[in-house]
C-alpha cells in the first residue's frame, strides 16, 4: 500500500498581499510534497487563508468593503499566487468556509464539555496585528508588541480560556519522547524553555468585535483567531464530519508535516498539540519551524519600502529561477538576507554558467560527434570514476537533507556535484579525443555525463518544475528512466538526444542594469493594492 504524506503552509492572513517571505513557506511545501510524491508518496498539500479577526476586520473596513468581499478578493489574489508560482496544492482551505466554521463550532463545545474550557473575565493586553495576548512585562513600559513593534491596546472584556496549564507536563513528556515533533533542534530547546516558564491559561474567545466564528452555546463570544485558526488542519479533512475518510487517510495513517516560520513557533509547539491533547487526538504531526528572509537585512514591511512580491523576478526570469532562488537561499537555521544583486547571481552562477551550459553543451557534443546516438560504454578513466561516486554519494545525501527538510542543503550539494560534472569536460577534453579519433573513450565520457545529466535533472525536478520535462525530451528519455524512487543507474543501453527547444535559461548581461530594473519593479509593486 502507498504511504501518505500531509503537509501544511500556515493559513496566511487575508490582510494584505503576500510577498517573497510568504511564498518562501508555499514553495518549500510545494517542492517537499513534489519530493514525496516521486518518491511513490500518496500526498496532500494543504494551504488557504486566515479570515477572521479583527485585524482583518479593521483592513477590510479601511477599504470600505465588508470583510466577506475583502477576504473573498484576497483568497483569489492567493490562489491566482500559488498558481503563478507553480505551486500545486491540493486543497485550499478558509476559515470563512461553512464546514470550518462549524467543526471550530463543534471543538469549543467538546472543549466546554470537557471542563478545559471555562468562562472568565480577561483584563489584559493584545496586540491587534498579531491576534495575541501579552503580560505587562512582555510589552513594557511603551506598551510594544514584542513581535511586531506596533502599539498594544489594553482589553478588558469576559472571556473563555482554556486551561493550557493542565496539559503543560503531558506537552513536555511528549516534547522529550519525540525527537521528531519539533525540528530543527533548536527550536525545540526555545519551545522547551518557554514552558518551563510555566504556561497560563489562554484566553480563546473575544466580545468586543464581530467578524469571526460564534461560540454556538455563547454566541456574544466570538472564537479567537488562533484556536479557529489551527483547527484548519483539521477541518479541511473532515475530522468531525460524518464522513472523515481524508482525516483517516491523512491524519491517522500518514506522514504530517506542518511548516512555518519562527514567528509562529509557540502557536503551533504549545497551543496546537494541547489543544489535540483535549479532543483526545493523536498529535502524530512533525512541526518543521524555519527563519525569516530579510530584505537588505531588515524584516520586510511596507512602511520601509523593502517588501518584495515575487512578480519583480518571475515576470523577467522565470517561476523556476524564482524557486530556484528561494529554496537555494531558503533561511533554514538562520535568516536569509536577500537583495535582487544576490538573485542575479546565483541565477546567472547557478542555472545559466552550471546547469544550463552543462545541459547545452553536452547534446549538442552529443549530437555533433555521435549523430545524437550515445551508447553505453565503460572505461577505466579515473575522472570517470570519481563522478560516479559523486553521483552516488550525491543521491545519498539529497534524500539526507529532504529529511530534515533542508532544500537549501540538498541544492547546496546537487551543485557541487553540476560543478564535478562540468570539471569532467575540461578533464577529458572530448573535442582532443574526437581529433584522435578514440571514440570508444569519447563515448564513454558522453554517456557519463549524459547519466550525470539525467540524475541532476531527477533531482531538481520538484524544483525547476517548468524546464525540466523539456531536459527529459531533449535526452529523449521515457518515464522509466526518469524516477527518483528508481533512478536505473548505468541501465540505459543507449541515449537518442535530440536539441533543447530554447535554452534553459538565458544570461544576464548585464547585472548592474538588471539590479536597477528589479528594484525599481520593487518599487512598482509596492505601490499596488493588495
Ligand atoms: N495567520 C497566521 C497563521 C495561522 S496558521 C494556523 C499567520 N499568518 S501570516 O500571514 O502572518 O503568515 C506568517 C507566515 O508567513 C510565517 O510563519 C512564514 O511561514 C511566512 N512568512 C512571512 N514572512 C516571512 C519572511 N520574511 N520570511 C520567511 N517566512 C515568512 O501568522
Redesign the pocket.
Known amino acids: 500500500m502507498k504511504k501518505n504524506f500531509y503537509i501544511t503552509?500556515?493559513?496566511?492572513?487575508s490582510s494584505g498581499r503576500l510577498?517573497i517571505?510568504?511564498s518562501?513557506?508555499t514553495i518549500l511545501c510545494d517542492a517537499l510534497k513534489r519530493y514525496k510524491r516521486s518518491m511513490g508518496y500518496d500526498t496532500r498539500f494543504l494551504t488557504g487563508m486566515?479570515e477572521h479577526g479583527q485585524k482583518v476586520e479593521k483592513n477590510a473596513s479601511l477599504k470600505g468593503l465588508d470583510p466577506q468581499e475583502f477576504t473573498d478578493r484576497l483568497a483569489n489574489n492567493a490562489k491566482d499566487l500559488w498558481h503563478y508560482l507553480d505551486c500545486d496544492y491540493d486543497y485550499f482551505v478558509r476559515t470563512t468556509d461553512k464546514n470550518h466554521i462549524e467543526q471550530v463550532q463543534e471543538v469549543y463545545e467538546l472543549m466546554i464539555k470537557k471542563g478545559d474550557i471555562y468562562l472568565g473575565e480577561y483584563d489584559g493586553l493584545y496586540c491587534v496585528d498579531c491576534e495575541t495576548f501579552y503580560t505587562q512585562s512582555e510589552v513594557g513600559p511603551d506598551k510594544i508588541c514584542p513581535s511586531c513593534g506596533r502599539k498594544v491596546i489594553s482589553a478588558k472584556e469576559p472571556s473563555y480560556f482554556f486551561r493550557l496549564s493542565k496539559y503543560q507536563d503531558r506537552l513536555l513528556e511528549y516534547i522529550e519522547t519525540h525527537p521528531r515533533f519539533i525540528v530543527p533542534e533548536g527550536k525545540k530547546n526555545e519551545v522547551v524553555s518557554f514552558i518551563k516558564q510555566g504556561l497560563q491559561d489562554l484566553s480563546v474567545s473575544r466580545s468586543t468585535f464581530k467578524w469571526g466564528i460564534p461560540i454556538k452555546s455563547d454566541p456574544k463570544h466570538i472564537a479567537y483567531v488562533?484556536l479557529d485558526?489551527?483547527f484548519?488542519?483539521l477541518t479541511s479533512l473532515n475530522f468531525l464530519e460524518e464522513d472523515n475518510s481524508l482525516y483517516q487517510k491523512y491524519w491517522l495513517n500518514s506522514e504530517v508535516v506542518h511548516?512555518?516560520?519562527k514567528?509562529?513557533l509557540r502557536?503551533?509547539a504549545i497551543f496546537w498539540p494541547i489543544f489535540l491533547m483535549s479532543l483526545d487526538i493523536p498529535i502524530n504531526f512533525t512541526l518543521y519551524t524555519?527563519?525569516?528572509?530579510?530584505m537588505y537585512g531588515e524584516?520586510?514591511s511596507k512602511s520601509k519600502g523593502n517588501v518584495i512580491y515575487p512578480k519583480t523576478f518571475v515576470d523577467k526570469y522565470g517561476s523556476d529561477a524564482f524557486r530556484y532562488y528561494i529554496l537555494r537561499e531558503f533561511?533554514s537555521l538562520s535568516d536569509t538576507i536577500s537583495t535582487p544583486e544576490d538573485f542575479i547571481s546565483r541565477y546567472n552562477s547557478d542555472l545559466v554558467n552550471d546547469f544550463g551550459n552543462l545541459v547545452s553543451r553536452t547534446i549538442s557534443m552529443a549530437n555533433k560527434y555521435f549523430n545524437s546516438k550515445v551508447h553505453k560504454k565503460e572505461s577505466n578513466n579515473i575522472y570517470l570514476k570519481d563522478v560516479k561516486n559523486v553521483m552516488i554519494e550525491t543521491i545519498k545525501l539529497y534524500h539526507d537533507d529532504l529529511y530534515d527538510f533542508r532544500y537549501d542543503k540538498a541544492l547546496q550539494d546537487l551543485n557541487k556535484f553540476v560543478s564535478r560534472t562540468n570539471k569532467l569536460i575540461d578533464e577529458t577534453t572530448p573535442w582532443v579525443l574526437f581529433k584522435n579519433q578514440e571514440m570508444d573513450e569519447l563515448e564513454a565520457v558522453l554517456y557519463m555525463l549524459l547519466e550525470a545529466i539525467r540524475i541532476q535533472t531527477i533531482l531538481y525536478e520538484p524544483v525547476l518544475v517548468k524546464c525540466v520535462p523539456s531536459i527529459y525530451e531533449a535526452l529523449g528519455l521515457n518515464q522509466e528512466f526518469t524516477s527518483l524512487l528508481n533512478p536505473k543507474l548505468f541501465e540505459i543501453e543507449e541515449y537518442n538526444v535530440s536539441s533543447l527547444e530554447k535554452p534553459l535559461f538565458l544570461r544576464e548581461n548585464n547585472p548592474q542594469q538588471a539590479k536597477e530594473e528589479l528594484i525599481e519593479s520593487m518599487s512598482i509593486e509596492l505601490t499596488k493594492e493588495a
Open positions: 503552509t500556515p493559513i496566511y492572513y510577498h517571505g510568504s518562501s513557506t486566515d488562533w485558526a489551527l484548519n488542519y511548516v512555518v516560520a514567528d509562529i502557536f503551533h524555519h527563519n525569516w528572509i530579510l524584516k520586510m533561511p
